[in-house]
Each structure stands twice: as C-alpha cells, then as structure tokens.
C-alpha cells in the first residue's frame, strides 16, 4: 500500500513537472500592431522592428513568436478597424504603436484617444496583455494641441494599468543619421537604437506575461 501511494505522489510531481517544462517552454505569442514605424517602410524584413526585437529577445534566450501587424499609414482608428483579424486568438501580448500619422495629419486628438482606448479596452477584455508605446506631436503644432496630444499615452497607461514606454522614436527622432531621406522613418541604426532604448520595458512586458502564464 505505501509502495502504491509513493509511485503515484511520484507520477503526479513528475507530470507536474512536465506540464510546467512545456508552459515554460512555450512561446510568448506575440503581435506588433502598428503603422510603417513598425511595418519597416523603405526596410528589408528582416530590419523592420519587431524582426529584430524578436532577435534581440532570442539572443536573451527568450521563446518569441511575433507577428509584424504594422500597415504603413495607418492610423489609431485604422488599426483599430483592423484589431480582430490583426490580433488573432491565443495571442499572449501586443505592443501598441500607433498615433504618429494621427498627430502627422492633425487628427482631434479626441479621436485619437477614443480609438486606442477602445484598442486597449477590447485586448483587455480578450485577455491579452497590452503595451503601449508613445508617440509625441510634432513641434510646429501648437501648444494646445500638443498638450492634448502628449498627454494621451500616459492618461490611458494610468487609466487601464498597462505598461508604457513614453516616446517610440526617443533616441532617433530628428537625428539625421539615423533617418531616412523623409526624415520621418528610422534606418536600420535607428531601429537598432529604439530596440536597445525599449529592451528594458519590454523585457518586464513579457516577464509579466510569463507570470501570468503559470
């Protein structure tokens, strides 16, 4: 009778064990929903941001499976349109790039915000954790709008608690040598720079994921 109760308390700690080797191991679903900052505009694939974040985080030993749903010139209201079919079922987390053709375009931002709320309200509701990333308005705007702009990213980390990585472009914006010609999209140095800038947050973006997934 002890024999029978010792081998079973030792099949159920080592299918205990398997179950959470494969959790562990399973890959870290996740979507880059965005416009051509992450689409990779005027880049080869494999320069685009979320290729090689996806290969900075591999370097760190982290099991990645990442989509690219970035469209070049979308907008917030865009990907919001597009969120069901850009995120699919059993997706862990997404990143959230979007704002920079709002604020391009003068978009209310108003507007603005009601789309990447809704955005970040409908991923909630699903389950999947989200992050947003900040996007600044341009500096021939005026103050008002600027200020009605600026604010948006960190209003809605506070207001839905998600993590929030201030200014996609901090590092790279307006530096010439790390732009293209239009002076708008990153060259591949530049990518490189918003992935070391943004490692950190997304590092404790996906190490909350993995807590969730145990």
């Known amino acids: 009778m002890h024999i029978a109760v010792l081998m079973f308390a030792l ?16 890959p870290i ?41 970035g469209v070049s010139g979308d907008t917030s209201s865009g990907g919001r349109d597009r969120l069901d079919w850009s995120v699919p079922d059993g997706t862990d987390g997404v990143i959230v790039e979007l ?19 809704d955005i970040v309200a409908r991923l909630k509701a699903r389950k999947i954790a989200v992050m947003l990333c900040g996007m600044l ?5 005026d103050a008002d709008y600027a200020a009605r702009f600026n604010s948006i990213y960190p209003d809605l980390a506070k207001k839905f608690d998600v993590p929030l990585y201030p200014f996609f472009l901090d590092g790279v914006a307006a530096d010439t040598k790390l732009n293209q010609a239009d002076g708008i999209h990153p060259t591949a140095a530049g990518v490189d720079i918003i992935i070391k800038n943004i490692m950190p947050t997304v590092e404790a973006f996906l190490g909350t994921i993995s807590e969730q997934r145990r």
Do not use: C, H, W
């Open 11 to 26: 099949m159920t700690a080592a299918t205990t064990a398997s179950a959470e080797g494969q959790a562990a191991a399973k």
């Open 29 to 69: 679903k996740l979507v880059v929903l965005g416009d051509s900052l992450s689409a990779g505009l005027g880049l080869p694939g494999q320069e685009a941001f979320p290729a090689k974040l996806q290969k900075a985080l591999q370097d760190k030993g982290v099991a990645l499976d990442m989509t690219n749903a």
């Open 99 to 117: 704002g920079a053709n709002d604020a391009l375009r003068g978009i209310d931002p108003d507007l603005t915000r009601a789309a990447l709320s």
């Open 137 to 141: 308005a341009p500096p021939n705007y």
